[in-house]
């Protein structure tokens, strides 16, 4: 997994009225929760852009005023009009499994595109469950041998020490067949 640093303060007061002045402050309300106890703390958005707006899994090292933390992005909540956002939850790495979304790459050249098909990608992240050190940037699925009406489905990709949660039979990429070639 890709790494990244956000730096927060711990928050006194909870409630909807401080989080709200939090906001207006240019500030995130966050918890960070699985380790210990729970840590709620602020921080400044624009350090969320990175973590947010990109396929990637990331680690976060949180730097909660100097206490150190790792932990992974578990969920966020978003404003339902100008799409702002509103809260993050963070889940602390510990030596427990943690299950992460991580994107897909395809890898090779497709005898089915080559011959006029087009590539469809039917899932862009796989689920993986393991220790967050065996956790990969990004899953290879190679297309080499899909031809025209082909599939690569979850059952045929081997991740190293995690375990892949999406369904086996579930399809990650198609050949489509073009309208031209179906009559062939």
């Known amino acids: 997994m890709k ?3 956000i730096v927060g303060f711990k ?3 909870l409630g909807k009225k401080e989080s709200k002045d939090l906001r207006a402050e240019g500030l995130i309300p966050s918890v960070l929760y699985g380790g210990g106890e729970q840590i709620h703390f602020s921080a400044p958005t624009i350090l969320f852009r990175d973590l947010l707006y990109t396929p990637d ?3 976060v090292t949180l730097n909660i005023e100097g ?3 790792k932990a ?3 969920d966020t909540q978003f404003h339902p009009v100008n799409d702002s956002l509103l809260h993050a939850d963070f889940l602390e790495i510990t030596d427990k499994p943690i299950k992460v979304n991580v994107p897909v790459k395809f890898v090779g050249n497709s005898p089915g595109v080559i011959k006029g098909g087009k590539l469809v990608q039917k899932l862009r992240k796989i689920t993986l469950r393991g220790q967050a050190e065996n956790i990969p940037d990004f899953v290879e699925v190679s297309i080499e041998g899909l031809d025209l009406g082909k599939s690569v489905r979850v ?3 081997n ?3 995690v375990e892949i949660l999406n369904a086996r039979s579930l399809p990650i990429a198609t050949i489509d067949i ?5 009559g062939k």
């Open 155 to 157: 059952a045929e990709v």
């Open 11 to 13: 928050r006194a007061n």
């Open 3 to 5: 790494k990244l640093e």
């Open 178 to 182: 073009p309208r031209s070639l179906r």
């Open 72 to 74: 992974i992005l578990q």
């Open 57 to 59: 899994a990331y680690e």
């Open 67 to 69: 206490e150190i933390r």
């Open 159 to 161: 991740v190293e020490n």
